[in-house]
């Protein structure tokens, strides 16, 4: 069998999926939405099935116009992939070649290390502040003719903490001079606000990956997109497929699209009632959390899997993730308020249980 060495010296990323029933458990580990999208999706769908055109090949018409017009940018600089990872993969495949450097300030999501591995890329980690800052000096410093390709995820996940747009201006700035091109993540954009498409028209080399999957629930479709200049677009779109996108991704798309509210109200909620709820708790317990701008908080705490463990045990899921040093962290998403009050009553009670042992 002729696979690629270095294919066979990695290993699968394999997210703890089984068993997730959110009959059993409140999902907290997954940085999803913990309530539906849109009715106006199921609806969509609903008529896509009862068509009678599944048997037919995709077709797109003027989806990618309807999601630049929804991020604010012309029509053609968007691309829809199926997935946001889809379209981190486009991007490694577009720029890497075996050897290659790639920049991903540690820590980082699971899949830009996984396809920058695919394709060979060699690995640069400028690592996160202990307060959960953006490495800019090293990360600059790292920027020569030799790396290919940065990744920067903003906010970051797994900390939620963001790079301010001027110092990611700093990097794409120094960047274009080297050649490299600046993929930057904005899977928690309808969370944080914080966006880079100002920056489109400036800098040839800055991609912006987005996706359907979080605040707008569609995650289960995989549903995505990419944002660069119409040049950069045309060439992405040799790498994509014709069909990578199902029907159903994009039906749910366009219905999503045309309720946008809905989509703004639970991210306000999640934001601006549930996060502080949550924060304020974190505080009077003396919790370390990093600074989020996304739907989730990562906390320190002296035994992570042992907290992971019990509150399993009590019906609530959350993930074990690396924090900037690298030690064993706990990543805890964020939904509605009922979520966050069923969160600290059972953690409350986990804390109080501990008190008691010592
Ligand atoms: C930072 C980041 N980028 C990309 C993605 C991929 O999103 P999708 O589920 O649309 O592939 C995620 C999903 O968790 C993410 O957290």
Redesign the pocket.
């Known amino acids: 069998m002729a696979i690629k060495k270095r294919i066979l010296k990695m290993s699968h990323y394999k997210p703890p999926l089984e068993g997730r029933s959110e009959r059993d458990y409140l999902l907290l580990d ?2 999803e939405r913990t309530t539906g999208p849109s009715p106006k999706v199921k609806e969509a769908l609903k008529k896509f099935i009862d068509s009678g055109r599944l048997q037919v090949y995709p077709e797109y018409g003027d989806l990618e116009a309807k999601i630049a017009q929804y991020a604010g940018v012309s029509a053609n600089r968007a691309m829809v992939t199926n ?6 993969d486009i991007i490694c495949r577009a720029c890497l070649d075996e050897g290659d450097k790639i920049i991903i300030p540690f820590p ?2 699971a ?2 290390y996984q396809s920058a591995g695919i394709q060979g890329g060699e690995l640069l980690e400028p690592k996160y502040k202990e307060d959960g800052s953006f490495p800019l000096e090293e990360s600059l410093n790292l920027i020569t003719e030799e790396v290919k390709l940065i990744i920067l ?1 903003n906010p ?2 797994p900390l939620g903490s963001s790079i301010p747009v001027e110092d990611v201006e700093k990097i794409l700035d120094k960047a274009k001079k080297k050649e490299v091109t600046v993929l930057h ?1 904005e ?2 954009f309808e969370f944080s606000g914080i966006t880079t498409k100002d920056l489109i028209g400036k800098y040839d080399n800055l991609y912006i ?1 987005r ?4 605040a707008f629930g569609l ?1 289960s479709l ?3 997109y990419l944002i660069s200049q119409e040049n950069n677009i045309q060439e992405l779109l040799k790498i994509r497929g014709p069909y990578d996108v199902n029907m159903a991704a994009k039906t749910a798309i366009l219905a999503a699209l045309e309720d946008i509210q809905y989509m703004k109200d639970y991210a306000r909620e999640v934001m601006e009632e549930s996060k502080p709820k949550l924060e304020e708790f974190l505080k009077e317990k003396g919790i370390f959390f990093y600074p989020s701008d996304a739907n989730f908080l990562l906390l320190k705490v002296p035994s992570p899997q042992g907290l992971i463990n019990e509150l399993k045990s009590q019906g609530i899921l959350v993930r074990p993730k690396p924090a900037s040093d690298g030690t064993a962290a706990v990543r805890v998403s964020i939904g509605e308020l009922k979520d966050t009050e069923q969160f600290i009553r059972v953690f409350r009670k986990i804390l109080d249980k501990e008190k008691q042992v010592e």
Do not use: L, S
């Open positions: 997954f940085n997935g946001g990872d889809q379209g981190v980082a999501f899949m830009h995820c970051n996940n993540d899977a928690y990956m996706t359907f999957a979080k995650v995989r549903a995505g």
